[in-house]
């Protein structure tokens, strides 16, 4: 069974780079202060999200320097997402804005002495980041330094990669990848990006008079907040759901029964297999936290364009007994329940609790996160050498207690979910072991 991509250990790259540089929107841009919307500027995503694209060569763009552009398209785009090129700024009660600058992103050109096949047949998570994509001194410090980093990457075969940091404040995955394919287009010499940015964050900024109407567990505050499986010796496994995969796990739910998505399947099997595998006392209280886009749920929705943050992070909170215990049906059914409750007054009150409780952080004690990703558009950025072989984030976000679900294509062309998890060595050997039963039901 084709479980797992196997070869887990990131390749060793001899990468030299340029002197990093700023890139400035091609054409003036207006000067002023912009305040984020209270989803944007929460604690819990004042962080920086790598993402990367491997980019095959292309006989047609031949003489053609992706490094150039790629920085012309960057320059251009940055026009008309001009937020992206200022600095934040922090006000009264902790609030972010924008003070549109003008002054740029980092941009680094480099060269790799290895091809896009070095890379290994299937491309996937783990990657060499600390050679992809530069850490500029400083720049992880939230307040007056770019939003935006950006390496490109040429290989000696003509391929090249695409890395890019960015502040998740100024916008969700969604939001990214729109900015990302806008580059892309104006790379190829669009006068327009198809979709055109839409700020609105006032859409998403708490009344004057604030009203919590939802618990938001997502944002339980505990003394001994820590990371459950530890930070220290994690090793990361990709493992790639295709279709034989998902019909095993769905034959853990009784026949007859609504139909759950795939994102609902897997959410419900890794969760149940990760608190097997972490041994905790089973009175232990545990969370599943899971992204929910609510750009649909407002009246109106949100613009097509509206590029920050509109993302919720229900939690659901349950004895790790019960989770082992019990069937995956008995998560679904949770999962269900708590994805009913996301509508427009959920994400007021997340507002809300965000101005009157100091903009709190999520929980992370004993608390898995997923979040799907496969649908943002990772692996549709072009910028004229067609799209990448792999698209998708760079690691797995702020804590290693996160999974993303990224689209990816084996070597046979077939698409499958790839699911990046990080444990330690003992507990990721459970893990395997957990999944592994699952999965090989009335195969």
């Keep these: ?11 060793v790259l001899n990468v030299t780079r340029a002197m990093p540089e700023l890139v400035c929107p091609a054409e003036p ?4 202060l912009k305040p984020l919307s209270d989803i944007d500027d929460q604690e819990g995503l004042r962080f920086h999200m790598p993402a990367v694209m491997f980019y095959k060569a292309d006989p047609s763009m031949e003489g053609r320097d992706p490094v150039e552009v790629v920085k012309e398209g960057l320059a251009r785009a940055l026009v008309l997402f001009y937020p992206y090129a200022g600095r934040l700024v922090e006000g009264q009660a902790r609030k972010l804005s924008v003070d549109c600058t003008g002054e740029g992103v980092v941009f680094v050109e480099a060269d790799a002495d290895a091809r896009l096949e070095d890379f290994g047949d299937e491309i996937h998570p783990p990657f060499p980041l600390e050679d992809l994509l530069y850490d500029m001194p400083g720049t992880d410090a939230m307040l007056g330094t770019p939003l ?5 990457t040429r290989l000696r075969c003509g391929g090249f990669v695409v890395a890019l940091r960015v502040n998740h404040a100024i916008g969700d995955g969604s939001g990214v990848m729109q900015f990302m394919n806008a580059v892309g287009e104006m790379s190829k010499g669009f006068v327009a990006p198809s979709i055109l940015p839409v700020w609105d964050r006032e859409r998403l900024t708490s009344k004057r008079s604030p009203n919590v109407s939802f618990a938001h567990h997502e944002y339980d505050q505990h003394e001994d907040e820590h990371h459950s499986d530890g930070e220290t010796n994690l090793i ?12 095993a796990l769905r034959r853990h739910v009784s026949p007859g029964i609504k139909q759950y998505s795939t994102f609902d399947i897997l959410s ?3 969760w149940r297999c990760r608190t097997i595998a972490l041994g905790l006392d089973p009175e232990e209280e ?24 509109a993302c919720a992070f229900p939690a659901i909170c349950a004895k790790a007994g019960d989770i082992c215990q019990n069937k995956v049906e008995y998560i679904l059914e949770l999962i269900r329940k708590t994805k009913s409750e996301i509508n427009e007054e959920y994400m007021r009150s997340i507002m809300d609790l965000m101005v009157t409780n100091d903009r709190p952080h999520f929980t992370v004690r004993q608390t898995y ?12 950025v072009d910028f ?5 072989v792999f698209g998708g984030p760079g690691s797995n976000g702020s804590v290693p207690d996160a999974s993303f679900f990224i689209s990816f294509k084996n070597k046979k062309g077939e698409t499958m979910t790839m699911v990046p998890i990080s444990l330690p060595p003992p507990v990721m050997n459970v893990f395997v072991n957990e999944l592994q039963e699952m999965l090989q039901l009335q195969l």
């Design 1 to 11: 069974m084709a479980l797992m991509a196997q070869d887990t250990t990131p390749l």
């Design 29 to 32: 841009t207006p000067r002023e």
């Design 148 to 152: 935006l980093i950006f390496q490109v």
């Design 236 to 247: 990361q496994q990709s493992f790639l759901f295709g279709p034989t995969e998902l019909a």
């Design 268 to 270: 419900a099997s890794l």
């Design 286 to 309: 545990v969370r599943l936290l899971f992204a929910v886009n609510a750009r649909s749920k407002f009246n109106p929705p949100l613009a097509k364009g509206y590029y920050g943050n």
């Design 369 to 380: 996160v997923v979040s799907d990703l496969r649908h943002l558009g990772f692996a549709d």
């Design 384 to 388: 004229g050498w067609g799209k990448p």
